[in-house]
T-cell receptor, first 117, second 112 residues
Framework: GAGVSQTPSNKVTEKGKYVELRCDPI?????LYWYRQSLGQGPEFLIY????????DSGLPNDRFFAVRPEGSVSTLKIQRTERGDSAVYLC???????????????FGPGTRLTVL | AQSVTQPDIHITVSEGASLELRCNYS??????LFWYVQSPGQGLQLLLK??????LVQGIKGFEAEFKRSQSSFNLRKPSVHWSDAAEYFC??????????FGAGTILRVKS
């Protein structure tokens, strides 16, 4: 079966612009996570969805960042008024295939590399 | 608060030599522990995980890790490293169905 997919793979934008990053989780996975990985660092948690609702958004750095998952599947991370410091790889993960009983392992997508000029 | 420390930023080993990557965690309850590997330009691939039970867990690609509660450690080992193992390795701690907290990673270089 298909893994987690993310689009675009690369996004270059100018400071102040708005960007959307998309994540398609593994089919049937109920939980979806966004992480941000800056150069030379490990991934840092941003937000976690269980179904359609954000169960934990404590990692969002400020109100320029928000994410949605309106139908409990695909999620979009939205960044307003981008800043150079937002440049990073944004990773999406999903978990919770209850049929397989594997609800605790997060499977990651390849990421979207965001560059803010 | 949860935290993960990977003390070694870089490690270089010769091909065929054994490998141990260190990971120490801080977590108030029984932790869920993971090792992921990331090759350049690639996403994170799960190597192995510990949830409960046997403290020595086997993973893919010949890797294993041992959970030691008394030392708050979850070190990754491989008896014989291959050139294709060169990558960055991340240790992570998490709670059920919740966020993962990652270490800063260890870059493994393999000498031929």
């Amino acid at each position: 079966g298909a893994g987690v997919s993310q689009t675009p793979s690369n996004k270059v934008t100018e400071k102040g612009k708005y960007v959307e990053l998309r994540c398609d989780p593994i089919s049937g996975h109920t939980a979806l996570y966004w992480y941000r990985q800056s150069l030379g660092q490990g991934p840092e948690f941003l937000i976690y969805f269980q179904g359609t609702g954000a169960a934990d958004d404590s990692g969002l750095p400020n109100d320029r960042f928000f994410a949605v998952r309106p139908e409990g599947s695909v999620s979009t991370l939205k960044i307003q008024r981008t800043e150079r410091g937002d440049s990073a790889v944004y990773l999406c993960a999903s978990s919770g295939d209850r049929l397989a009983g594997s609800t605790d392992t997060q499977y990651f997508g390849p990421g979207t590399r965001l560059t803010v000029l | 608060a949860q935290s993960v420390t990977q003390p070694d930023i870089h490690i270089t080993v010769s091909e065929g030599a054994s490998l141990e990557l260190r990971c120490n965690y801080s977590y108030g309850a029984t932790p869920y522990l993971f090792w992921y590997v990331q090759s350049p330009g690639q996403g994170l691939q799960l190597l192995l995980k510990y949830f409960s039970g046997d403290t020595l867990v086997q993973g893919i690609k010949g890797f294993e890790a041992e959970f030691k509660r008394s030392q708050s450690s979850f070190n990754l080992r491989k008896p014989s490293v291959h050139w294709s193992d060169a990558a960055e390795y991340f240790c992570a701690v998490g709670a059920y169905g919740n966020k993962l907290v990652f270490g800063a990673g260890t870059i493994l270089r393999v000498k031929s």
